[in-house]
């Protein structure tokens, strides 16, 4: 064969190579960022309970016994009983605290991950010669 003849069939060769090599197809998201986070998040996070006064331990006088003792035993189980309410409530409010913290820090990783997300598609959009500087 010639160089005359053989140009033109290697480079018909290479375009049919060329066909036959797969293309990088890049889909947009479907789905936008804020689409991402769910809608019941926009809600506030409920208050605590603070639950009812119930005395445990209920004071029986005895025959005999002093009435300002007795009084003052029921005065000190209703206090610590009042006290303990407070407690599980504080207990239970910062538990709430936590949840809305939580979910704000999960906002705000959602649409940081879902911007870059889409940055990288956008890049990859671009021309291959275009995408080497950045």
Not at 24 to 35: D, L, R
Not at 65 to 80: I, Y
Not at 108 to 132: G, N, V
Request: overall charge neutral; proline content about 6%.
């Amino acid at each position: 064969m010639t160089s005359g003849m053989l140009r033109p069939l290697l480079v018909g060769m290479m375009l049919l190579c060329a066909a036959c090599a797969p293309s990088i197809q890049v889909q947009a998201p479907t789905v936008g960022c804020s689409e991402l986070i769910p809608d019941s998040w926009s809600a506030p996070v409920p208050s605590a309970v603070l639950g009812s006064l119930e005395v445990g331990a209920v004071v029986v006088a005895t025959p005999g016994a002093d009435a300002r003792a007795a009084a003052a035993a029921t005065a000190l189980a209703t206090a610590e009983a009042e006290a303990e309410r407070w407690q599980v409530f504080g207990i239970q409010q910062t538990g709430q605290l936590r949840v809305a913290n939580d979910r704000d820090q999960a906002k705000a990783e959602i649409y940081t991950k879902c911007a870059a997300r889409d940055a990288t598609a956008a890049r990859s959009l671009r021309p291959w010669y275009q995408r080497l500087f950045n």
